[in-house]
Each structure stands twice: as structure tokens, then as C-alpha cells.
């Protein structure tokens, strides 16, 4: 049943003016807006301008801006201040300026965005379906090229989250995410790596792990994160002893020369929709297990480990809180691993408490140093963890018997062998003058001390977090928390619990606010201390 | 098992700020930044103003401006350009400025936001379980008070999308968004309304139904929604011939009077959380029957009426597309209305076409108009229409007997009455020049015509809603499509179907750019018209 689509002529030449050739005829010029969106990219157009009120434009309506042969994807803002935009321009804030990479004054055309390609899948997930490779692969590359508005991503990430997820689709997630980047092949038969899923305060094992199974000869290429939401980041921190912002070309000499490295992710386009999707996880704290091994698989395997040794730490206030929530999780990250050939070695830890002292970029790297160089102060239960994880690691090595890792570990770290690696990467990457025994901490600084007698029983891994945050950490890099005591320790009144550090008068009375309203430690007697889930 | 909270000595006095009299020492000022964030609430700091850094905010965090006992939430902006704000300076968007209701300049203090009490409520519905009426209610009253991010709002469209609600849920949802604003209470014992669900041009139903069954004497006090995805609302077509934007009170003497108005709903803070939600609901194209229900009772028994004739529309191109999904609908709607104690009518129409030949807000008002006059030229099926849901709507009154509706309404437009009662509603609401014989309509304009010869078999609604958009409307007023042909029409090879008028040469070309690429009608044989799910 053949229907005949009515037309209309062709209207006259003259009038039939395509979108184009009018911004071609008037072209707009871009400027840079001072303004950080966060992530989210924002063109600004003036109420008056022709085009705005021409092509329908809605304020928070995507629009596409191209120049140059290059487009990127913005929600638009509409102003009528000729101070932020004139009518002949189109602003574009920080963030989109950059990815736009175009000079100012340059001619741009500015028109609505097609609607993205995935949307129908998306709707049939938010519906409830399950999705196939196919849809994960539009969607997210989408997600990873901004097209989805932070409605939509908010919308994606609801509709997969805490079991709409089957273990199927968040392998088809995982592996879309991995091809949405870059995905480095170091040419080694062997390449290791160690993460935590993240949440416990200080915990900085990844630069003691690293050092140590390098200086066995495994290819440890390490890129980390900076801090989130946590007071530091193992790239924060790094940061404190070297340069940890390396061009790809010269992080693979490193590796080449010292097998390993520990530099910051960040530039090596690594599972990008990765990125784009924790824009919207972290407000709104949805940090499911499907997203959550989506998130750190595809990153570890775009940067191209194929062993990796992965922490989860078990805590009243660590993200897993029960062994049967991480022995699930377990199960998980294994099948994912094992569609994606990566060899995978889950550990569960205790994560009832911060792991070392100290607490800020800062204080984690004198921690570390002082574990490397067998310093009295090293904190024992960094460098049990440390050697725990990089022995489990060193068991990858076929030459090595299964069991004998802790040992080989431990002899690698007392011998010095680790502090040398350490060293030569520090040096390899650029050192920054650090003196770890006067690190020069923020000047600013008060005392929590305990009121009464008894036994620590609790140490909040949130609260700590947030007061070194509020103290200042990760930005300013000498600020945060101290610690004097640990789980199990007894104490007198007045004895010292933690120092805070920072840099600003205002940042310490925001963090002492924070430390009167609930220091995070807990005092009772050994009986009420929180039972280990895990042993060493 | 009681434990002793370790706490910290109090700071010494000199030291402890709160950060409420850190700002009074330092106060910001307000500034309006002339940005148009279409109902996102944004605030401006700049980056080097002292409080940004000291309250560890974020870019797109959540803060909370006071002043003068007032305060609003807002989005966080970091600007380093001091032509948007200085340093001792808070902006605020257009919308946040006037919801603030501060003048420029006004000393104002920013923290934080709290996160939203009913985060945890909506956690646990994004995890799948159902929620009771003290969830919504708490969920309700943060979105109308502009406490969600846009994130966190789609978060709750989504998990309450399709089959997310039982019918149970729907009520508490309705019920908690009446309790969000203003209940307005008409002192009559029946307040009648009606309200289509939307999606078919044209369609000015209500102006007609309106003076009919105020005429009869009926309280019909209808506040309608401007245009947000259509090319015209009641509002915008109503305010062709009459001001829209009274005061609740003038709003309540003219209903004393003439037993009706046709105003603009948006002045009187009917069901604010519906609006809000909105807000992602339509970037994210979901309407959810649950929230259609919520969404609409809510606004009519806000409005105080307690009889309402709803218009669901089926067809090819309507929101609903088949009579079972119509049945279920009706279900919903009416199981929530018992609830409410909302006496409801539904009445299932033809959505296959428009409704009425002109389609933008003075076409549209001229249709109305014809109708009322009992013009040559008025079109027959948008006076069928009216007089059959005003005939429903009749049938409330005790005196009328059912099927009786029908008859009366056509009594009371044929003779003029209806007519008489709408000159007095426009001149009581302040009557605007208008000769809807000569409605001044845009001087720019292009047909469509036929290809060749055939009986049409399609209309599309979308198609045709887009390219009166694109020409202008509704936001020039006599911008829009004319239809020369309805569905079953005979035409010849070069017929017109329709004429398309524009205020601006670059309206007319994107209008005519979509119309080229599809004119929205088909063309064919009778036996292809599309099936007629209702009969009149």
C-alpha cells in the first residue's frame, strides 16, 4: 500500500537560504566567557541576536558550535548583557572554549544539536529493557563525544543503576567504555596494576606497591586520579615529590627504562565517557556495582594492564560494609574481568578505619617515604597493607610460588631496593623539592584531644575525610589531618587524638566547625571494638 | 551499649567563626547577571573571592544565598571575569535575582546548600521500593522549593517513570503537589473545568467550551499554561484578545461576575513542584502516565475545581496511540480523582489530525472567534468538538439530563449567547485590538501545495506543530501554519494544503527548510485513511 508524500515546489532560489550560508553571510565571532561550568559545556548567546530568536533556540536547549571544521556540543544560556556576549558573538565557557580549541574573534556558526543518536536506547533502558552491545556502544559513545545533557547522563545513570544491570550489560558497558578512548598497549607480555575501589582516608599503598614489584621487574605503569571527593588522590599526592602531568610519548620511555611509572591519568584519554558519567554519579552519590566495575575495568584496561590486583576494603563507613555486599561485588569484577581477558585477583581488606596518619597530599607522602626508607614513625599498618597487596602482585610472576609474595615483597622493601625505584622514578619524572622529615605543613593548625579515658572503638573514614577537605586538602597541598591514634589504641584525657593542618585562617575554623560538631573518633572499651571482617 | 564521644576542647573564643559573621564582616553584595537560565536557579562568584576558597565550594555545587530573611538555592558558577562579578560580589541568574526579591547591591551571604532532607526517600525509590505519602510529601516540598539539582530532578523523573508508581503512589505524588502551593477555594459548590492532555495543534477547545458553559451559568474559572512545547497554549491565543496576567483577586471578581475567566495559570502558584518537574520531563521527553496524572489533577484541584471534563486525544501522531492505552489511562486518572474527591468525565477524541485550520496564536483566536460568531468560514470540526466536551461538562448540572448536553450547548452558540459571554469576559479581563477578519498575520508567508491528485490520509501533528514553531510561533504571535485541507479532502495536483506565515525572513526559511523536508501531509486513497478510534 504505496502512499504518495505530498511536497511543495521548490521555493524560489532566492529565498531558500540553508542555515549555513545565513551565519555565512553575518558570521558570529567567538569569545571566551570566564566562566568554569564544570564539566558541563555553556554557550552563551545574546537575547538580541538575530540567529537565537531565528533557529527557535530555547535557553538550556543543545546547541552545536562549529568553527574550523571542528564542533562541539553546549546547553545554551541566554544573556542580554553585551558585556558577557554581543550579538555578532557566540560565547562559550571555559571548558567548552578549550575543547573547541579555536582563537578568539574566530568565525563560528551556532545551530541546534540533532537529538543523539542513542536516545531511543536510552528510553528502553529508563522502560526497563535490557540492552545490547550495540546500544551500549551508541550510548556511550555519545556520552563520551557530550552529547548527553546532564539530564540525560542523570537519566542513564538511574536507569542502570543498583540491579537494572545484568552482569552481561555491564560487561557490554565496560567494553564500550574502553572504546570510546585511547587504549595503550605497552608491548609487554606482562603488565600489572593494583587499584582500591576508593573510600578510605590516606591508603596511599599504590606508591609503595608500585616501587616494589618494579624493582622485581614487573611493567607496573601506574596513572591515577586526583582526589574527587576524598582529601587526596595518589596523583595529588605524587605530585608533592614529582611531576605527574607526562605526555604519553614520554611516561612510555619512563616505563621502557624503570618499569613502572606514577603519573596522573587525566591526559591520556583513557575510558573518557568514564569521566563524562562521574560528572553526574558523584552528586548524586550513585555508586553502583555495575558502574562502579564499568568504571575502574575500562580504565585499567585502556591503559593497558592485563593483571590487576584489586582492594576492596570492608568498614561500618567504607563503601562495602558487609562481606557478603564484597564477596558479590567479588563475583562481579571477575566475570567482567574474565570477558575482557583481563587476569583479575580481588583482595579484601579492613577498611574500618584511615590507613596510615596522615591525612592530605602532604602528609600521605611523608607517610609513604618514611614506609620506604624503614623510618621508626613509618606508619605499620601502610606498610602491612602495602606489602600485602604488592605480594599478591609479585604471585603474577610465574617464577614465583604462590605464598612466598608477602616474603619477596618485604625483602624488596627492607633492602632499600624499593626506596631506590622510588627514587629513580621520582627523578625520571621531574623531582620537586620535598624534605619529608620538615615537610613544611600548614602553618595553621589546632589539636583534638580525647575528654576521658579508654580504647579508640571508631574512626569515622567520612569525617576525617571531610575535615581535611574543609582544612583545605587536596588544594592546598600542606593542609590536613594528622592522625595520633588508630583503632585499638588506649588513651588518658587530654591525651592528643589528631592535628589538623591548614594554609587559611578561614579553612581552619571551617574544619574545626566540622571537628566540634563529631571529631569521628569513637572511645570505649576494647569489648566495643567493631568486629575485622578480614585478617592479615 | 553506650560509647563515649571523643570531642575536641572548645577552640579558643578569637578563633571560632562561624561563617555567618565571617561574611557580615565581609559582606558580599548582590548582582544581577543579565543570564537567562531558563528556571535553574544560578549564582556567580568570582574565583578570587575570599569565600569560594574558604567554603571549599565546587563549580556546580549547591549553595544557598540569603538576604533580608529571604533565601534561594542555586547553582554555583566560578567566574574569573570581574564584568560578570567582583570579588565582593554574589550574581544571580535573572530568575534567581527575582525570586530572591533583593535589589541590587543588598548585602548577601552564600554557604553551602544542606543536601535535601528527602534525598534518602528518593535514594531508596531510585533502589525500587515503594514509597508511602510522607516520602512525597517530603520530595514535593524540597522540589518546589528549588532544593533538587536538575540531576537530582531527573533522577526522580526516572525512577518514577512508567510502571515505576502504582496507582497508590500516583495519588500521594498528586496530593503532596496540590499541598506545594496555593489551593485556591471559589466558594461554590461546583467549579467545573476542562483540560485536554495535549499534543494536537490548534485545538482551542476551552475558548470555546468557556463562554458556553459559563453562559449557561456554570463557574468555570480556567487558568490555562502558555506554549512550552506547541506553538500555542490557550494562554498565548486567549492573549490575542485579552490580558492573561491578572491578580488572583481581579481573577476572583471576574469569576463573581461573569462565572468565568480564561487566564494565564503561572501567577498563582498552583502545584510549583509540577512546574519544576517539568523542567527535565520535557528536555527528557518523558510523560510517564503517572506523572501526566499528577501533573494535571494537581493544577485543577489547586485551581479549586472539583468537576472536570478531561479530552484524551488517540492518534497516529497524539501522545496516545491506541485505545487500550487510552483505557488505561482513563483508569489511572479516574482511581486518583476518587481519591481527591475530583468528580471526573473522560472523554476519548480523535487525535489523528489538528484541530481547527489555524495553528499559532492570532490563526488560532481568528478559528475561535469564527466559531463563536457562527462564521461561514469557521471550521466545523473544532465547533464539533467544543460543543460536544462542553455538552459533557453541561451534563454536571443536576437539571440536565444526560445526552441532553449536547443540544444545550449548541442552543447556547447558536444563538449568540456564547458570543456575548466571551465579548464580556474579554472586556472584563482588558479586551486588546484585535479584527480576527483582519488579523494582521505575518506579512512574510509560502504555500505548500499538492504534488498531484489524491484524498488526504495523514496529517502529522508533530510535523506540523514543528514547522509552525520554526515560523515563529507562538512567540510572534501572527506567525503559524493555515490549513487549506483536512483529512478524507479531495485535492488536485497543485491544490493548496496549507500557507505558512512568518514575521522574519530567517523564520520562514528554517519553516520552510522543514516543510521541504517533510510537508507533513500524505497523500492517497480513501481506503488509506487511517482507522477512526471514536465516533462523535
Known amino acids: 500500500m504505496s502512499q504518495t508524500p505530498a511536497t511543495s515546489p521548490a521555493p524560489p532560489a532566492d529565498q531558500a537560504v540553508p542555515a549555513d550560508v545565513l551565519a555565512a553571510v553575518s558570521p558570529l565571532r567567538l569569545r571566551r566567557v570566564a566562566i568554569d561550568t564544570y564539566r558541563e559545556n555553556v554557550a552563551y548567546l545574546n537575547r538580541d541576536c538575530a540567529v537565537y530568536r531565528a533557529e527557535g533556540f530555547q535557553a538550556l536547549s543543545k546547541v552545536e558550535v562549529r568553527a574550523n571544521g571542528r564542533r562541539i556540543l553546549a546547553t545554551l ?66 556520552i563520551a563525544e557530550h552529547r548527553y545533557s546532564k539530564i540525560e ?22 567494553e564500550a567504555m574502553i572504546a570510546s578512548g585511547r587504549r595503550i598497549d605497552w608491548h609487554e607480555r606482562l603488565v600489572v596494576d593494583k587499584h582500591c575501589i576508593g573510600g578510605i582516608p590516606g591508603n596511599r599503598t599504590s606508591m609503595l606497591v608500585v616501587p616494589i614489584v618494579a624493582a622485581h621487574g614487573l611493567v607496573c605503569p601506574k596513572t591515577s586520579s586526583r582526589a574527587i571527593t576524598s582529601p587526596a588522590g595518589t596523583a595529588d599526592t605524587m605530585e608533592v615529590l614529582a611531576d605527574v602531568e607526562l605526555p604519553l610519548a614520554r611516561l612510555q620511555e619512563i616505563v621502557r627504562e624503570h618499569h613502572a611509572c606514577l603519573a596522573w591519568g587525566g591526559t591520556a584519554d583513557l575510558s573518557p565517557a568514564d569521566d563524562v558519567l562521574i560528572s553526574v554519579e558523584r552528586p548524586l552519590s550513585l555508586d553502583s556495582p555495575g558502574q562502579m566495575v564499568a568504571s575502574i575495568l575500562s580504565k585499567k ?80 599498618d601502610l606498610r602491612q597493607k602495602a606489602l600485602r597487596l604488592a605480594g599478591r602482585l609479585l604471585e603474577c610472576d610465574p617464577d614465583i610460588r604462590g605464598g ?44 583534638v584531644r580525647a575528654e576521658q579515658a579508654g580504647v579508640v572503638t571508631g574512626i569515622d573514614n567520612l569525617q576525617i575525610a571531610r575535615i581535611a577537605r574543609l582544612a583545605g586538602a587536596p588544594k592546598v597541598r600542606t593542609a590536613g589531618v594528622d592522625l595520633a591514634r588508630k583503632l585499638g589504641d588506649a588513651v588518658a584525657a587530654g591525651d592528643l587524638l589528631y592535628r589538623v593542618h591548614a594554609g587559611f585562617q578561614s579553612d581552619l575554623d571551617f574544619a574545626r566547625q566540622a571537628s566540634d560538631k563529631s571529631s569521628g573518633y569513637q572511645l570505649g572499651t576494647p569489648g566495643q571494638l567493631p568486629h575485622v571482617f578480614v585478617e592479615f
Open 404 to 447: 612466598d609474595g608477602f616474603a619477596i615483597a618485604r625483602d624488596i622493601l627492607d633492602s632499600g631496593r624499593a626506596l631506590e625505584k622510588m627514587r629513580a622514578l621520582i627523578e625520571a619524572q621531574g623531582a620537586k623539592p620535598f624534605e619529608h622529615e620538615r615537610p613544611g605543613l600548614g602553618a595553621l593548625s589546632f589539636e
Open 153 to 174: 547522563l542523570s537519566a542513564f545513570v538511574v536507569a542502570t543503576n543498583r540491579g537494572e544491570l545484568d552482569r552481561e550489560e555491564v560487561y557490554f558497558l565496560t
Open 77 to 142: 544560556n541566554v544573556t542580554s548583557d553585551p558585556r558577557i556576549v554581543q550579538c555578532h558573538e557566540v560565547g562559550l565557557s571555559e571548558d567548552a572554549f578549550d575543547q573547541l580549541g579555536v582563537p578568539k574573534g574566530h568565525p563560528v556558526t551556532i545551530s541546534q544539536a540533532e537529538p543523539p543518536a542513542s536516545i531511543a536506547a536510552l528510553h528502553r533502558k529508563i522502560d526497563g529493557e535490557r540492552l545490547g552491545r550495540a546500544d551500549f556502544e551508541s550510548i556511550v559513545r555519545d
Open 301 to 380: 584496561i585502556a591503559a593497558g594492564s592485563n593483571h590487576l590486583v584489586l582492594d576492596i576494603p570492608i568498614g561500618p563507613t567504607a563503601k562495602v560494609r558487609s562481606m557478603p555486599e564484597a564477596q558479590k561485588l567479588r563475583r562481579l569484577f571477575e566475570y567482567v574481568a574474565r570477558r575482557l581477558d583481563l587476569s583479575l585477583d580481588v583482595v579484601i581488606t579492613d577498611g574500618r578505619q584511615p590507613i596510615g596518619n596522615g591525612i592530605g597530599p602532604v602528609l600521605e607522602a611523608r607517610d609513604v617515604m618514611r614506609v620506604l626508607e624503614n623510618h621508626p614513625l613509618a606508619p605499620q
